[in-house]
């Protein structure tokens, strides 16, 4: 016979719902995370005697953010949570209203600050890993608003009103290297040479003998951007649109289409091209494809100045595909597109702090991950090892985190966790 649940209601025992948040308290330690980030983000504050620094406050966010709460009122319900004040080192955590007057408080230069910090973090899980190579995806993502923000603006091509911000990611590991809020008429490559050009100095000057390969689809198409990798000996491909000379120039050397009903045709070749625009010619690569049910070749242009051969130039620049999983990732795993404050720099705050949140992971993942979860995408990974839960208790001089004995992947838990205290 089926027992019937007669009461259901909320225990008052100190467990929490996120007991696997430890595992990036434990990282964020071994690896100075917050240490750096205090070090950098110097927020005003002409309060007296706070409860709570907004620094603090931030480090809370990056949490919230983390175990999946990205809007502020979620705060009131984890205010006495056990493993958020554990994290977090506090007795209770702030409120909503302190999370935002926090937001409020951040000026354009914090916003740069918080900016310096993640291309250091970066740099730093460069250095830890012992990597050498380095490439800068750079694209733009879109945040629509709903309200009255500051700053927001119609964009045509997305045809709503919103925000469209210029962000740079390090395909090798996932890591945020730059993000810059915009308003939604601003054209994709605004901005992009100087974003590129801090990326590249901050790189070379801590890491000089980095290779470094700049991509860009064909909104990032513009001449100071190929100066700026030239004039600094980077490599770049970065996609052209296609214009009647272009086709003409691929015309000249294209290949006989084999009129095979079969398969589909590809073939791969070069030329010098000059636009207009530009101050000398440079070397463009071109793709010939041609389905098995058309007649002629579509042709696709990358301006490079790699010399391997056509094919591997496209074969490189194809990866950058995974970008828009990064960007994807960031966007909705860890809420950077929600910008409810009327104040610009308020909501460009909140891109940051969830950036900054997603960097802490990215770090975490290809520091401490085994190969076994390191493909998983945050929203994977959240509901199968940070949704756990977990029990404090306190015994004599020491705290205990019990999870929970059902716990399904604690073995791949403790792993983890040991890899990061090792």
């Known amino acids: 016979m ?42 005003q504050d002409e309060r007296h005697l706070p409860d709570h620094t907004y620094p603090s406050v931030v480090e809370q966010l990056v949490f919230q953010h983390l175990a999946g709460y990205h809007r502020d009122y979620a705060a009131k319900r984890l205010v006495d949570d056990p493993v958020f004040t554990q994290v977090t080192e506090k007795d209770y955590l702030a409120s909503q209203p302190t999370v935002s007057r926090t937001y409020g408080a951040f000026t354009p230069e914090n916003i740069d600050q918080m900016n310096d910090f993640l291309l250091q973090s970066s740099i730093d899980t460069h250095k830890r890993l012992d990597q050498h190579q380095l490439t800068i995806d750079v694209d733009s993502m879109y945040f629509q608003t709903y309200g009255n923000q500051e700053n927001s603006a119609f964009n045509t091509h997305y045809k709503t009103t919103g925000f469209h911000p210029l962000m740079a990611f390090d395909c090798m590991t996932g890591m945020c290297l730059s993000a810059v809020n915009r308003p939604g008429e ?30 860009g689809d064909s ?30 120039m691929a015309e000249e050397i294209s290949p006989a289409p084999s009129f095979s009903s079969e398969s589909e045709e590809v073939h791969y070749d070069e030329f010098d091209y000059q636009a207009g625009s530009w101050d000398r010619p440079r070397r463009v690569v071109v793709r010939y494809e041609r389905q098995a049910t058309e007649l002629l070749f579509t042709h696709t242009f990358i301006v490079t100045d790699l010399t391997a051969d056509p094919k591997t130039v496209f074969r490189l620049y194809k990866k950058r595909g995974e970008m828009e999983l990064f960007i994807k990732e960031a966007k909705n795993d860890f809420g950077c597109k929600y910008t409810s404050s009327h104040d610009y720099t308020a909501n460009c705050a909140r891109m940051m702090t969830a950036l900054v949140a997603y960097n802490l992971h990215i770090a975490t993942k290809n520091l401490f991950f085994s190969p076994a979860i390191k493909s998983y995408r945050m929203g994977t990974f959240r509901s199968l090892m940070i949704k756990t839960g977990a029990k404090l208790t306190k015994s004599g001089r020491y705290l205990h985190l019990k999870l929970s004995k059902s716990f399904v992947y604690q073995e791949e838990f403790f792993k983890t966790l040991r890899m990061i205290q090792a």
Do not use: W
């Not at 719902?17 to 950098?40: C, M, N, P, V, W």
């Open 2 to 43: 089926k027992k019937e649940y007669k009461k259901i209601g909320l225990s008052h025992e100190r467990i929490t719902s996120d007991g696997g948040l430890i595992l990036y308290k434990e990282s964020a330690h071994k690896i100075g995370y917050f240490q750096s980030l205090h070090d950098t983000l110097h927020i």
């Open 186 to 215: 601003q054209y994709t490559s605004k901005g992009a040479e100087d974003m590129v050009s801090d990326i590249i100095d901050s790189y070379l000057n801590k890491l000089p003998h980095m290779d470094i390969l700049v991509r």
């Open 219 to 248: 909104g990032f198409a513009i001449p100071s951007l190929y100066e700026t990798c030239e004039d600094k000996e980077v490599s770049y491909a970065i996609r052209l649109k296609a214009n009647a000379k272009l086709h003409a």
